[in-house]
């Protein structure tokens, strides 16, 4: 039963992940237009912005300031986890 169900639920949500904006030909013409959908924008790009510091050091100074720390972790190339 909680198949089936499973099943119905992805069969109803099916139509809404395939229609997404239609398909555009690459040619001079629409190059620039496609470009601007693709380049990374510079609010994309705002982690680089993030004072990053090894482990140790981010967690005395979080302990420091009583704050946080995230801790990511990631094992191997992270573009190839996608």
Do not use: H, N
Request: glycine share 4%; charged share 20%.
């Amino acid at each position: 039963m909680r198949r089936l169900l499973f099943v119905l639920m992805c069969w109803q949500a099916l139509p809404s992940w395939t229609s997404s904006a239609e398909a555009q030909e690459l040619a001079p013409a629409t190059y620039s237009q496609l470009r601007v959908k693709i380049d990374v924008s510079s609010e994309e790009l705002c982690w680089q912005k993030v004072a990053w510091q090894p482990f140790w050091d981010g967690l005395v100074a979080a302990q420091q300031q009583d704050r946080p720390i995230f801790y990511w972790i990631y094992f191997g190339d992270p573009r190839g986890g996608c």
